[in-house]
């Protein structure tokens, strides 16, 4: 675990504290956690799922038709 002093704006902490209690923390330690954690899941770019990588990858290897029109396309499906 990293110790680090920090200084941030007030309404950060107010934040940070609201984050604490709603989800009953010990300390801010763990709101902050959370808050990354979540931060890193939505905002950063996720590695995807291994078994997504699967399905993209039977996707890949399928069989395609080409099309050279739309026209030809519903010929082919109606």
Request: hydrophobic share 35%.
């Amino acid at each position: 675990m990293v110790q680090a002093m920090i200084n941030i704006e007030e309404n950060t902490n107010r934040v940070i504290n609201i984050v604490k209690a709603k989800f009953g923390f010990n300390d801010k330690s763990q709101a902050i956690d959370l808050i990354v954690k979540q931060y890193e899941e939505t905002i950063l770019e996720p590695e995807l799922r291994p078994e997504y990588i699967e399905k993209l990858e039977k996707i890949r290897k399928g069989k395609y038709i080409k099309f050279s029109s739309i026209e030809e396309l519903r010929k082919i499906t109606s």
